[in-house]
């Protein structure tokens, strides 16, 4: 059973809406529960996020599709993943897809993509903050 929660000032799961609160109605009381708490991203953020992405790609000319140059920013950027294999070690992009991130992480990616997109178009990180304000 999923429903969405917020913890409120006395430490207590507070539902966040009327169905959730239907659900979380159906519970036993006082039975052990496994919870999978997962703080949700900001979908407003993760705009953010791509919408620095397309300021980048927009602005170079070296990669010709979007997707290989959000993952090779993602790896620059230290989000990636390593496998040894017998040809040598094979990189790729970790995925940033809404349901394999927390928020904080996410802020952290930005912070490390932002550093890095602005060094490829040799610019400064304030200026692209400002064209994503403007983009958005």
């Known amino acids: 059973m999923k429903f969405y929660a917020e913890i409120d000032l006395q ?3 507070k539902p966040l809406y009327n169905s959730d609160y239907e659900t979380l109605k159906r519970v036993k009381k006082n039975e052990p529960l496994e919870i999978n708490a997962v703080n949700k991203r900001n979908y407003k953020f993760h705009k953010k996020v791509m919408a620095l ?3 980048g790609f927009e602005n170079q000319e070296k990669y010709n599709n979007f997707d290989h140059y959000r993952g090779i920013m993602t ?8 496998v040894e294999t017998d040809k040598g070690t094979v990189y ?11 928020q904080q992480t996410f802020e952290d990616l930005f912070n490390r993509l932002l550093d890095v997109i602005a060094k490829q178009l040799e610019t400064a990180a304030f ?5 994503i ?4």
């Not at 790896?75 to 390593?82: D, V």
């Not at 200026?127 to 064209?131: D, M, P």
């Not at 304000?133 to 958005?136: C, G, Q, Y």
């Open 11 to 13: 430490n207590r799961i």
């Open 53 to 55: 992405f397309n300021i």
């Open 75 to 82: 790896m620059k950027a230290g989000y990636y993943e390593s």
């Open 92 to 102: 790729w992009p970790k995925s940033i897809s809404y349901a394999s991130m927390e």
């Open 127 to 131: 200026e692209i903050r400002n064209q």
């Open 133 to 136: 304000e403007d983009f958005m």
